[in-house]
């Protein structure tokens, strides 16, 4: 099975790595992570990109805040699909790192996904191997089936605590 990398920009955006590691883990899929800025470590952050292929990675996730330039310096130096994680900071509540993720120039796409949204960010890591993989394909279909069951679980029981 393809690995997925994950890069963050500074050991404070761990706590949002974390919940896609977590999420990872539960689907089996194996991960790498590491800590490299675009900004000040932009040669290793540029080798993993150049060599992540070749060393078994199937997707890339890069976490960072601010100025959030690690996921468009990972795409510009990778085909593999890069998702982004805009996380937030003090400064502007993580907006400034949307705009920064979302805002790739035409021919270096980088899926993106909520400002702190690590666990969609793994699932759809998870939805592109599962292209290739059938036995994530079946474990994305069942846990979409069991979020549905507890969705209409709760609509039975708020419907009879209404008496409705």
Request: include cysteine.
């Amino acid at each position: 099975m393809k690995k997925v990398g994950i890069l963050m920009g500074s050991a404070s955006d761990l706590p949002v790595v974390e919940k896609a590691v977590s999420a990872l883990q539960e689907y089996g899929v194996p991960a790498e992570v590491h800590v490299y800025s675009a900004h000040r470590t932009p040669e290793e952050a540029r080798d993993f990109a150049l060599h992540a292929r070749e060393r078994g990675f199937g997707v890339l996730i890069a976490a960072a805040g601010m100025a959030a330039h690690l996921a468009g310096a990972v795409a510009a130096n990778t085909t593999l699909p890069v998702i982004g994680i805009p996380c937030k900071s003090s400064v502007l509540d993580g907006m400034d790192a949307l705009l920064s993720t979302v805002m790739m120039p035409p021919g270096i796409p980088v899926a993106t996904v909520a400002i702190n949204g690590a666990q969609n960010a793994a699932l759809l890591a998870v939805e592109i191997l599962a292209v290739e993989n059938a036995s994530l394909a079946e474990k994305l279909d069942a846990a979409r089936r069991a979020g549905a069951e507890k969705v209409l679980r709760s609509d039975a029981e708020v419907r009879e605590k209404l008496g409705l």
